[in-house]
């Protein structure tokens, strides 16, 4: 069910068999699974997963091209709240491993908060990332092209930008990299500084040998209507035409809750198993949080991924109870 703050006092003593840190495609098709399995689980979700402002998936098995983000995940939350499972709106701030359960921490309403701590005895971290994105004086005006053709995603967009006079728009040069891979898909490639930082000799004579275009004063604006960036604006009030851009800015991961943890990473990233099982046995990460490929369709197969490898662990633990009170039940009867 959907959680309200007056239905917590009822889950003061419940103990789940998983708590899922984030609903968005993996975390929710981690609880559908989750309950398919006869496993109680709840989901704790910020209402900020990355997908949600996806304008239109364009490349997810069986989905029309023009399905919204937001739809996606209505349909999951939908489905696994008709499974049983519960589902929380609220912000997770740490995880204390108490040995055979975790207490989860959870701060519930932005004003007038509340605060509560629930039980599992397992874990799933699906609370992903956010991507960066270019700072100009009206951030409102950078988010009425995101999602639509200012994209942050090469794997999921690069089609999208073929033949097109794309913007790649970095914090260093190392983000600038994805400039070359960007040449599959198009050569009209323009890569922005927006006066951050430098760029060094080596990696300018690599710009002049493909024939991108390097601008390295700051930006004013984007310019387009109707959602469609049509360029950007410099400080010095030159307007440069775009069809698209490409943000690669960097993400900001949502996982400080995990900070007491000592989970091993390789940079901000999890390290997990073939079954998405962190260092820790009972901690499982899905999704962008993990390394692999970020896309919807790799984080709902992840969740599936984790929640079965929950489900084989507890039915170890419970297999011989389970098959001895079914035998119970047959023999009275």
């Known amino acids: 069910m959907q959680l309200s703050k007056q239905d917590l006092q009822e889950r003061a003593d419940k103990v789940y068999d998983t708590i899922i840190v984030g609903g968005g495609a993996g975390g929710l098709s981690a609880g559908i699974y989750l309950q398919r399995y006869l496993l109680d689980s709840l989901i704790i979700d910020k209402g900020k997963a990355r997908s949600f402002w996806m304008q239109e998936l364009h490349n997810y098995l069986g989905l029309p091209p023009d399905t919204q983000g937001r739809t996606l995940l209505k349909h999951g939350k939908d489905h696994y709240l008709s499974l049983g499972g519960d589902l929380l709106n609220g912000y997770v701030e ?3 491993d108490k040995g055979d359960i975790f207490e989860v921490k959870v701060k519930i309403g932005r004003q007038n908060s509340t605060y509560s701590i629930f039980r599992a005895k397992y874990l799933i971290a699906a609370s992903g990332i956010i991507d ?9 005006n ?8 200012l994209h942050v995603c090469l794997i999921c967009d690069g089609y999208e930008m073929a033949d097109k006079r794309v913007g790649v728009f970095g914090r260093n040069e190392r983000s600038l990299e994805v400039a070359f891979s960007l040449g599959w898909f ?5 890569l922005f500084t927006q006066d951050m930082f430098e760029v060094s000799s080596q990696f300018r004579d690599r710009l002049w040998e493909h024939e991108y275009e390097l601008v390295e004063k700051p930006i004013s604006k984007f310019v387009g209507e109707n959602h469609q960036m049509t360029g950007v604006q410099l400080m010095d009030g030159s307007v440069i035409k775009l069809d698209a851009g490409l943000v690669s800015m960097g993400s900001q991961f949502h996982s400080g809750y995990l900070s007491r943890l000592n989970l091993q990473t390789q940079g901000e990233n999890l390290v997990t198993d073939f079954s998405c099982r962190t260092s820790h046995p009972r901690i499982f990460a899905i999704g962008d949080l993990k390394l692999g490929l970020n ?6 197969a992840d969740g599936a991924i984790a929640a079965t490898g929950i489900w084989r662990d507890i039915r170890r633990e419970r297999g011989v109870k389970r098959r001895l009170d079914v035998d119970s039940v047959v023999l009275a009867g």
């Not at 960066?132 to 409102?140: G, I, K, S």
């Not at 896309?295 to 709902?300: K, S």
Request: net charge negative; proline share 6%.
């Open 94 to 96: 740490e995880v204390v």
């Open 186 to 190: 198009t050569p009209y490639i323009t």
């Open 142 to 149: 950078v988010y009425e092209y995101a999602g639509y053709n």
């Open 132 to 140: 960066n994105l270019p700072f100009v004086d009206d951030m409102q």
């Open 295 to 300: 896309q919807v369709v790799v984080a709902a």
